[in-house]
Structure formats: C-alpha cells, structure tokens
C-alpha cells in the first residue's frame, strides 16, 4: 500500500491534535503522558514531528494564546463549546508558531475540523475568529493575499 502523501499525514495529525485537546480539555491530564498514549495506539501513517510540537506546545502556550484569541471572542471562554475551543488554539497555535503552514490552509484545516467534530454551524464561528486573527499574527502574509 503506497504511504500517505505529506498533506494527508498532515491533516491526520491535525485530527488526532484535536483529539488529544480534547482529552487535555476534560481531564487536565499532563500533555505527555497523552502524547505517549496517541502514539502507543496509533500506528498510522501521520506527521507525527508536527503532532508532538503541536499538541505539546498548545498546553505550554495556552496563557498566550487566550490572549490572541479573547479580545475576539463574542462569549466568555468558558462558554464556548470543547471542541470550538480546542480548534481555537490549534488555529491560534499554528498561526503564532508555524509559519510554514500558509494562514488559509491553517484556516481552512481548523474549518474542516470544525465541520467533521463540531456542533452544526460551528465552522462559521471557527472561520470568523480565526479570520480575525489571521491579519494579527500573519500581518504581511496577510496583506500580500488580501
């Protein structure tokens, strides 16, 4: 069977991220011991450099990502929804700290997400936020495609 290309693996990662989040969310259990665990019962084919940097450093940063992302949220954080909030910082992460990955895919990556995990309609909330916050964090990248 031909391996997964590099985009496939990348957008598995990004599923399993939000996945793992999702755990830390609920249960504040310590970030590697659930990295450890997502490697030892997952053997697919997936970026698996890309899910450790990002699943550990969403936890190390998360003081700095909230304050990104509350000025532009339209509820308290503790009203948004698990999931909504878990792609926020996996948006908010990936746009601060990867800027090898173009701020529309991070966008759209986050949108997908939403559609496939999210409560009905969430994507457009995720879309909105993460469009906001796109042309604060990616300022000239934004400016040469808007």
């Not at 503790?78 to 090898?100: S, V």
Request: hydrophobic share 35%; with cysteine.
């Amino acid at each position: 069977m031909p391996s997964k290309s590099p985009l496939v693996r990348r957008r598995k990662a990004r599923q399993l991220i939000l996945q793992a989040l999702y755990q830390w969310a609920l249960a504040r259990t310590d970030p590697t011991e659930i990295c450890n665990e997502f490697h030892d019962r997952n053997n697919e084919k997936i970026d698996w450099e890309f899910f450790d940097e990002v699943f550990q450093g969403i936890p190390k940063t998360e003081d700095t990502l909230k304050g990104h992302l509350h000025p532009l949220l339209d509820r308290k954080p503790e009203a948004l929804d698990p999931i909504e909030k878990c792609l926020l910082y996996l948006g908010a992460y990936e746009l601060a700290n990867r800027r090898d990955v173009p701020y529309r895919v991070v966008i759209n990556e986050c949108v997908q997400l939403a559609r496939v995990f999210g409560a009905t309609e969430s994507y457009k909330y995720i879309n909105g936020v993460l469009d906001k916050l796109a042309p604060a964090l990616r300022t000239a990248e934004y400016q040469r495609h808007a």
